[in-house]
């Protein structure tokens, strides 16, 4: 979608929106992906018999023009739907953004966002996803985590290809990163909902790239040569020292240890009163705490 005579990216995304978060049925729902230079995919699901998914979705889909693909149809939920989006191996760089309700100006800023030009450079693949959240998820109860009455979630994520830590891997992972920070600057400059005062982010965010491709996972571009060194005679190791330094500090995760020091909360908690509940079952299926990143939960003292 969004090509030659199909609607712009701008519009494409209003009405997105208008079929899911922002329409009157939130039985409707779906994930709009949108590649820098490239191609818009669009998952819909309506979670509900199949003939009102196709009375619900008619008169957008002659609305969007003539996709490439339409693969529309009945489908099971947890066989079919559920496995649509698919996990990729490969170095990423990923932030997420709240936001409450999708404006034109916020739909126009993530085209801008998208747009060939804004590419970093041969051997990134960067792309938006707008996920919409609504439904029964925006429903508030006395202790749920802030912001849910969010409706949508702006993932921006970045991928980049090279042999781990080698010149061309960290000239990619510099840029895709700077345009992951440009993007998100232009959302927060429209969108100030999912923000402390500070200014400081609460959406879902991964800080740091995750690198968990091995050589020859992911091939570079063709004719470019992998060099070994870095410059100034600057180690591969060392770069990867500093790469990885944020993913292990502990100092943010709800309920982190200090040495002997056991701290009731860290910087946020998003959990409520269900913590102490969450840090029990912590303690009983991950009592050694592997899983620890983004909003961790240290798993409760043993009695």
Known sequence: MGFGWFPDRAKLIEQFA????????????????????????EFLAYIDAEDKGKAHFAEHRKRVGFPIKDSMRGMDYHKEIQKMVRSVRGNYYVKGKLVESMTPELAKAIATI??????????????????????KAAIQGHD??????????????????????????????????????????MLNALSSFGRKKSGSTLAAQAVGSVSIAKAGDMEGGEGEKEEEGLPGGKMASETKEELHKEEHDDSKHIGAESGNLRVALGIRNVYGNKLPRLQNLKARYDPGNIFRYNDNIVPAPEE
Not at 21 to 36: E, M, P, Q
């Open 18 to 41: 208008g079929i899911t978060a922002d329409g009157k049925d939130d039985k409707a729902t779906g994930i709009l992906t949108l590649a820098v230079g490239g191609s818009v995919v």
């Open 144 to 185: 749920c985590y802030a912001f849910r009455n969010g409706k949508y979630l702006i993932v921006i994520e970045a991928q980049w290809t090279g042999k781990e830590f080698s010149k061309i891997y960290v000239d990619r992972r510099s840029k895709c990163t700077a345009w992951v920070g440009k993007a998100m600057s």
């Open 114 to 135: 998208v747009a060939k030009e804004e590419k970093p450079s041969r051997g990134c693949k960067c792309q938006v996803r707008v996920i919409a959240i609504g439904g």
